[in-house]
């Protein structure tokens, strides 16, 4: 057991961080200032420029990790990145957690990390001429359309969008809602989720299509704020389907085959999300300590007074031990594979969202009513990361699934599949 990072996982988060520090970070203020002006979704200018910056000096399409070996991958169209495991990303990640759009600088940003997986591991070479390489190349973005406001999609078993078959089109029909990325002008493609056969087994009925979000028949209602934050320009959407028509040939690697898609693109996603929450836990945690020292009351620094030791001592704690767990994690899938590593997905998926929202809750209190207010960054923060405990699968789900596997473990009821559902706000 060797705690010790290897040259290249120190390699490419030190590349990471340093583009962040010199780059990223100075660009925040201008960042807010052209977010605040004009229109709501729009594209954001210093956005573009970092990302620019960012794939002229290969720091891009960190995220994707070797393909060798996966039974449906189809290299007719490569993917365009250095091919990191999932270790070595989970390290980038966290740097990138530390400021909001950071992640979307270095082309990494959900959920188009996702769905350029999705395209690479079961896309046809069309899908991936025409979907895949603009994302890859940061042109356009991308949603995915899963969660319905109908039923409750932690089961995504109750998923009602129907999608059927006339000729050679698929006819859609239905609502989505937290389509995560929606709200962005250039986005331009969705992967939906829906059920093509009502009649097949449970877990058979469900399909995976691409539907361009300019086809006729799709229509935005509304955008979803969260705690009050658009999260503008990315946005979350509630999205109609009414009679929307694709080709057959949207159908991603057939029908009946969308949870067997599902559970590809939701596991390395979860990951993703935990080690960029550990960052946002970091950067809560040094807001919390420096205010800390700079403020007297009752005579010395709130930092002297005893319950904030207990907090700041709490708070590196619970740090560290999630993010051994989600580089446990992270390794046992690029050894033994996203299926054996389910109960360690599972756990940090719940541990990582709990513990930041702990820190971040304390951040809020040192900065008294400066905390929940904007100046500061960690109501927001906040808002993000208790989505958290709901995107990817609630925390109640994942409990389950790491309930039954200890059960298992003494003649209980066996483990059963971490379920798919999720708020659509995945990677």
């Known amino acids: 057991m060797d705690f010790e990072l290897t040259e290249k996982q120190s390699y490419w988060r030190d590349r990471v961080r340093d583009f962040i520090e010199a780059k990223v970070r100075p660009a925040v203020p201008v960042y807010k200032e052209q977010d605040a002006a004009g229109d709501r979704w729009k594209v954001i200018p210093i956005l573009e420029d970092l990302k620019k910056e960012a794939k002229a000096a290969g720091i891009w399409n960190l995220f994707m990790p070797p393909s060798s070996g996966h039974p449906h991958v189809d290299d007719t169209v490569a993917f365009e ?27 990494c940003s959900a959920p188009d990390t996702g769905n350029m997986e999705v395209f690479m591991r079961y896309g046809t070479a069309e899908q991936k001429q025409k979907w895949m390489v603009p994302l890859m190349n940061g042109e356009i973005r991308s949603a995915f359309l899963m969660t319905e406001p109908a039923v409750a999609s932690s089961d995504a078993t109750n998923i009602e969008t129907r999608m059927v078959r006339d000729g050679d089109e698929y006819v859609i029909n239905g609502v989505k809602w937290w389509s995560s990325g929606a709200g962005d002008p250039r986005c331009k493609i969705a992967i939906v989720m829906g059920k093509t056969d009502t009649e097949a087994q449970r877990h058979a009925q469900q399909s995976q299509i691409l539907v361009p979000l ?11 704020p969260v705690f009050g934050y658009d999260d503008a320009p990315h946005g979350h959407m509630e999205i109609e389907l009414k009679d929307v028509r694709v080709p057959v040939s949207n159908c991603i690697l057939g029908e009946g085959r969308g949870f067997e898609i599902a559970q590809g693109r ?33 005579g010395k620094t709130i930092a002297e007074h005893s319950v904030w030791e ?7 704690i619970d740090i560290e031990m999630t993010r051994l767990l ?32 702990k820190i971040i809750d304390d951040a809020i209190q040192a900065h008294g009513g400066g905390g929940v207010s904007e100046d500061f960054g960690l109501a927001a923060a906040y808002a993000h990361q208790r989505t958290l405990r709901l995107a990817d699968g609630p925390d109640e789900v994942h409990a389950r699934a790491i309930a039954r596997m200890e059960f298992g473990k003494h003649g209980g009821r066996p483990s059963s599949r971490i379920s798919s559902g999720d708020m659509a706000a995945t990677r």
């Open 81 to 107: 990145g250095p091919g990191l495991t999932n270790l070595e990303y989970a390290l980038c990640a966290e740097e990138m957690g530390r400021i909001g759009f950071a992640s979307e600088v270095f082309n």
């Open 214 to 224: 300019d086809a006729p028949g799709v229509n935005i209602l509304r955008h979803l």
């Open 266 to 298: 939701l596991g390395p996603g979860r990951i993703h999300h935990c080690m960029r929450t550990i960052g946002v836990a970091e950067e809560a945690l040094e807001k919390m300590t420096k205010r800390l020292l700079s403020r007297v009351a009752f």
């Open 310 to 316: 207990e907090r700041i001592a709490r708070a590196r």
């Open 326 to 357: 989600c580089l446990k994690a992270a390794d046992m899938m690029d050894k033994v594979g996203n299926k054996a590593a389910a109960a360690e997905i599972a756990m940090i998926k719940v541990q990582a969202p709990n513990m930041a929202l």
